[in-house]
């Protein structure tokens, strides 16, 4: 049974979504691949107290990892590539390619782009850490903007 709720945040809203008391779903306005929000159960509080403070200690810079009990939902290959992106550290970036050969699947920059973009728990699983073989900002499912700010923020070169 899914429960969610809705937060402010620097980058804009952020709809929490947890099921069986982990967190399965961080999910930005307009975000790219948002599933249907009746599938986000019903509007609970209560079970997210940790997420936010911690996703609070994130955006005052006191933060660079997550310590969360999570449930993405996605394919094993999805899975695998949502779990290296939580070795990607805090204001570090790696491109599709790198990240690829970081599982084990080199030739497979593709289908990590697409697994990439399904990530449904952003921020905390860091998928704006990933960008183009040129170092260029490619597809982020809360935008490009978003993901430029959150590289800023990172490097230090932006504060809230």
Not at 5 to 22: F, H, K, N, Q
Not at 46 to 59: H, N
Not at 143 to 156: D, N, P, V
Request: hydrophobic fraction near 40%.
């Amino acid at each position: 049974m899914a429960v969610h709720t809705v937060v402010d945040s620097p980058v804009g809203e952020i709809t929490l979504v947890a099921r069986d008391g982990a967190l399965a779903g961080l999910y930005l306005t307009e975000h790219r691949h948002r599933p249907a929000f009746e599938t986000f159960g019903d509007r609970d509080d209560g079970p997210f107290g940790e997420v936010v403070a911690q996703l609070e200690e994130y955006f005052a810079g006191e933060r660079t990892d997550f310590d969360l009990p999570l449930h993405p939902v996605g394919t094993p290959f999805q899975r695998t590539v949502w779990q290296a992106l939580r070795g990607i550290g805090f204001g570090e970036t790696v491109s599709y390619g790198e990240l690829a050969a970081r599982i084990g699947r080199p030739t497979a920059s593709r289908a990590v782009g697409l697994a990439n973009g399904k990530n449904p728990i952003s921020i905390i699983v860091p998928c704006h850490r990933v960008v183009g073989s040129t170092g260029a900002l490619t597809g982020y499912g809360g935008g490009i903007e978003r993901k430029r700010l959150l590289l800023a923020f990172e490097s230090g070169a932006h504060a809230w």
